[in-house]
């Protein structure tokens, strides 16, 4: 049992849930966010698609801040999988 569910009398799970809102808020508090969409590409994986695309943009861009992946292309031949494209939304921290 972890300390945070021994502090909360009822509804460990919604304490635990509120508690790490609230410490995600703190962190994110008074800040401004620009997105910018990118699309990384890659014959090993999305995953490496989407650390070329991440790695590309911080070589002129400041404060990367987080990302979501809005849509995954992959391009087929001899019924493989020879290459991938991922498109995502990247949030830059305005200072």
Known sequence: MCAMT????????ACTFFTNLKKKEEKMKDHVYKQIELTGSSAKSSDDAIRTAIEKASKTLRNLHWFEVTETRGQIEDDKVVHWQVTIKVGLRIE
């Open 6 to 13: 021994r502090q909360c009398a009822s509804g460990a799970i």
